[in-house]
C-alpha cells in the first residue's frame, strides 16, 4: 500500500447505526486530517491531529468522534447520524514542523449515504 | 474571517490557456494552495504560493498578490485530462480552508 488509503469506499448506513471509518497514511507522517466534502459546497476540515494529539475540532457535531492511536491511523466513529451527513469524508496527512509549505496528501475517500 | 471566493464552472478548448482566479479575504493566513480533483478522486497538490509573483511548473503556474487578496492559476497547453474540479485553499499552519472548487470542462 502506498499513500494515504481509506476503508471502506461507500458506506450505507441508517440513522441509528454505529459505523467507524478508517484511515491509514504510509508517508511517515505526524499529522492527520479529517474533511467533509458535500455537493454544492467548500471541503470542510473537521479535525486535525498533530503527533497523536487533537488539536482541532472545527465545530463538528458530537455524533462524529475520532481516534488517532498512533501517527498513522485515524479512524471517525460514526454515531445517529443525519441523512445531512451523506457526503464524501476525506482523511489527509502531512509531514509537520520542517519549515516551508506542507503539502497534504488525500485519502480516496468514504461516500457515506445515511437514510 | 477567510472567504474564499472561486467561479463554479469555467469551459475552455483542447490547447488553449485558461486562468482561474481566486479571491480572499482572511487574517492569519499565511500561504495559498491549488489543488486538483478528477470527479471521484482524492484532490491532489499542485502548487503553493507563500510570496508575491508566479510560481511555474510545466503547463501549470500559479500568482499570488497578498496586498489584493487574490491568485489565480494558469493552465496552458489544455489537455482534455485537466478536466477536473480545481481548489483553492488559504493556510494558517495546517489548517487549510477551501473554497468551493471550480469545475473546468475541456472541450475538442
Known amino acids: 500500500e502506498t499513500g494515504v488509503t481509506q476503508t471502506p469506499r461507500h458506506l450505507v448506513m441508517g440513522m441509528t447505526n454505529k459505523k467507524s471509518l478508517k484511515c491509514e497514511q504510509h508517508?511517515?507522517?505526524?499529522?492527520m486530517y479529517w474533511y467533509k466534502q458535500s455537493a454544492k459546497k467548500p471541503l470542510e476540515l473537521m479535525f486535525v491531529y498533530n503527533f497523536k494529539e487533537q488539536t482541532e475540532n472545527n465545530s463538528v457535531p458530537s455524533r462524529f468522534s475520532p481516534e488517532c492511536p498512533n501517527s498513522s491511523h485515524l479512524f471517525l466513529h460514526l454515531h445517529t447520524l443525519q441523512p445531512e451527513d451523506s457526503a464524501l469524508y476525506l482523511c489527509a496527512s502531512s509531514q509537520e514542523g520542517r519549515g516551508g509549505y506542507n503539502e497534504q496528501f488525500f485519502g480516496p475517500g468514504t461516500r457515506l449515504t445515511v437514510l | 474571517g477567510q472567504n474564499i471566493d472561486q467561479p463554479t464552472e469555467m469551459t475552455a478548448t483542447e490547447g488553449a490557456i485558461v486562468q482561474i482566479n481566486c479571491t480572499y479575504q482572511?487574517?492569519?493566513?499565511?500561504?495559498l494552495f491549488w489543488y486538483q480533483q478528477h470527479a471521484g478522486e482524492a484532490p491532489t497538490f499542485l502548487s503553493y504560493n507563500v510570496l508575491d509573483g508566479l510560481e511555474e511548473k510545466g503547463r501549470f503556474s500559479s500568482f499570488l498578490s497578498r496586498s489584493k487578496g487574490y491568485s489565480y492559476l494558469l493552465l496552458k497547453e489544455l489537455q482534455m485530462k485537466d478536466s477536473a474540479s480545481y481548489l483553492c485553499?488559504?493556510?494558517?499552519?495546517?489548517?487549510?480552508?477551501f473554497g468551493g472548487g471550480t469545475r473546468l470542462m475541456v472541450k475538442p
Open positions: 485553499a488559504g493556510g494558517a499552519g495546517n489548517m487549510l480552508t
Open positions: 508517508l511517515g507522517h505526524n499529522a
Open positions: 482572511t487574517s492569519g493566513f499565511n500561504g
